[in-house]
């Protein structure tokens, strides 16, 4: 029986992702409709969509969409939408995958875990690479002990110069700006690889343009096994995509993918295991056949077939930390007044 789904918003980019996931597998998921309150951005969306799914219904008000028979609602609004998406769908009965990072107020969310929680209803992050087959493969690795102990992540997640203009249209309204829009990808894995930090210290800068937002950042986070990760991304890179990389280091072993999304692999292990070698080795890891995705773990936890990959407690801790990096103390990462509109 296929996994009916709506979606809340369609701002976000990565709300294609799903799109294609459906297309590609239409025994499993049915896409019965939209909203999006903006005719702009709908009309613009549906139009890129066509040729994977034409003749998405629309509906005309978030009212229509959750009384529709979808069994799961997709958030895919801008970031201080979707907590309000969110809760009106776990109200409704839905089960809901919230696009990262999630949300904008901290007691809010904590208020949906315990909706979700109560209602037994499924509350998952759509952090888009954590189905990534060298992640994956990385993190089958780190707990499995091929890495030994491990004393330090590194992750890397730059944007290019262009992006400044989307910087002042939408991350100014947020405290840490492009850190917390972007950091939250690699927050996830590092919190998969090392647990939670008992220590976050955060350092930002303005370097590019008018300099009145955050567009330079690098958080160092300890943990309690004396080991540390560190999280940079910046908004001044020529070309971003291929410098992204995320590093882990053990003392049995180092891990590096790069670049990030790729299904690249380089090792370095002291001892054999399984079927790979001591010392350096290049890989490609195979993407498995009929991948697992965000929509397939949410379809499979629906069904009872199996427990969440990623539980509640991670994704607040997760939360928790990207604030924290962000500086947050209040529990908003709502400005007051936007960057933009400060002097320098």
């Not at 992702?17 to 702009?40: C, K, N, T, W």
């Not at 990072?101 to 904590?110: F, I, K, N, S």
């Not at 939250?184 to 210290?201: K, S």
């Given at each position: 029986m296929s996994l009916k789904f709506a979606y809340l918003g369609l701002w976000?980019?990565?709300?294609?992702?799903?799109?294609?996931?459906?297309?590609?597998?239409?025994?499993?998921?049915?896409?019965?409709?939209?909203?999006?309150?903006?005719?702009?951005?709908?009309?613009?969306k549906l139009g890129d969509w066509a040729a994977d799914l034409p003749d998405i219904p629309v509906f005309e008000s978030i009212e229509q969409a959750?009384?529709?028979?979808?069994?799961?609602?997709?958030?895919?609004?801008?970031?201080?939408?979707?907590?309000?998406?969110?809760?009106?769908?776990?109200?409704?009965?839905?089960?809901?995958?919230?696009?990262?990072?999630?949300?904008?107020?901290?007691?809010?969310?904590?208020?949906?875990?315990?909706?979700?929680?109560?209602?037994?209803?499924?509350?998952?992050?759509?952090?888009?690479?954590?189905?990534?087959?060298?992640?994956?493969?990385?993190?089958?690795l780190c707990k499995a002990g091929a890495l030994g102990d491990l004393f330090y992540f590194r992750g890397h997640i730059p944007k290019p110069m262009g992006y400044h203009a989307r910087l002042v249209e939408e991350l100014d309204r947020y405290k840490g700006s492009l850190y917390f829009e972007m950091?939250?990808?690699?927050?996830?894995?590092?919190?998969?690889?090392?647990?939670?930090?008992?220590?976050?210290?955060?350092?930002h800068a303005s370097h590019y343009g008018e300099r009145k937002h955050v567009d330079n950042a690098v958080v160092v986070h300890q943990f309690d096994n004396g080991?540390?990760?560190t999280i940079d991304t910046a908004s001044m890179h020529v070309e971003s995509g291929r410098t992204r990389r995320i590093e882990l280091y053990g003392t049995g072993g180092t891990a590096i993918h790069t670049p990030t999304g790729s299904n690249n692999l380089t090792l370095s292990l002291q001892r054999p295991f399984e079927h790979?070698?001591?010392?350096?080795?290049?890989?490609?890891?195979?993407?498995?056949?009929?991948p697992p995705s965000l929509l397939t773990e949410l379809a499979s936890c629906i069904a009872g077939a199996k427990d969440p990959d990623y539980t509640l407690e991670h994704d607040m801790a997760v939360q928790q930390t990207l604030f924290a990096g962000c500086g947050i103390e209040d529990g908003s990462a709502m400005t007051d007044v936007p960057h933009s509109a400060k002097s320098s």
């Open positions: 976000h980019s990565h709300a294609v992702m799903h799109i294609r996931d459906a297309a590609s597998r239409p025994d499993e998921f049915q896409l019965v409709g939209v909203y999006e309150p903006d005719p702009a951005i709908r009309e613009a959750l009384a529709s028979d979808a069994e799961a609602i997709i958030c895919e609004g801008r970031v201080s939408e979707n907590l309000d998406y969110a809760e009106r769908a776990l109200g409704a009965g839905k089960h809901v995958l919230l696009e990262k990072p999630a949300g904008v107020d901290m007691p809010r969310l904590e208020r949906l875990h315990d909706t979700a929680r109560r209602k037994g209803l499924l509350l998952q992050m759509a952090y888009m690479w954590r189905y990534n087959p060298a992640i994956a493969e990385m993190i089958r950091a939250g990808h690699l927050v996830d894995i590092m919190v998969a690889f090392m647990g939670v930090p008992r220590q976050v210290n955060a350092t080991g540390l990760g790979y070698d001591t010392g350096w080795q290049e890989l490609t890891v195979p993407t498995p056949p009929g």
